[in-house]
């Protein structure tokens, strides 16, 4: 098992930087994909971005390719979601989740473990 702290949310204007970090405990992390996902007010939690356990496969929903980086540090045992040119569109509640088999999954059924959330807002 695997417990998942996000951090670094917060409220910026549009066109904004954020980097959220997401710590997990545990010895085993290099053996779980990691995703981020997001939720805004009255939608489904959608993916914004998954990397495999070496970190040298990574995913990005259209809506946020070119602009959002997912990486990890398997020493560090953080994941790491950099996001530029932040829109209004991107504000919602971010989690961090972790998954147990191989694969990067689909959705967030194909998750395991989950943090918290943390929420960004960017303002127009």
């Known amino acids: 098992q695997v417990q998942l702290v996000e951090s670094g949310g917060g409220s910026v204007p549009a066109g904004g930087s954020l980097r959220l970090s997401c710590a997990a405990s545990?010895?085993?992390?290099?053996?779980?994909?990691m995703g981020w996902f997001r939720q805004a007010p009255g939608k489904e939690r959608d993916v914004v971005a998954k990397i495999t356990r070496s970190g040298a496969g990574t995913y990005y929903a259209d809506s946020v390719k070119g602009r959002f980086t997912i990486s990890r540090d398997n020493a560090k045992n953080t994941v790491y979601l950099q996001m530029n040119s932040l829109k209004p569109e991107d504000t919602a509640v971010y989690y961090c989740?972790?998954?147990?088999?191989?694969?990067?999954?689909?959705?967030?059924?194909?998750?395991?473990?989950w943090g918290q959330g943390t929420q960004v807002t960017v303002s127009s």
């Open positions: 545990g010895r085993t992390f290099s053996s779980y994909t």
């Open positions: 989740a972790a998954r147990v088999d191989y694969g990067m999954g689909v959705g967030q059924y194909d998750y395991n473990y």
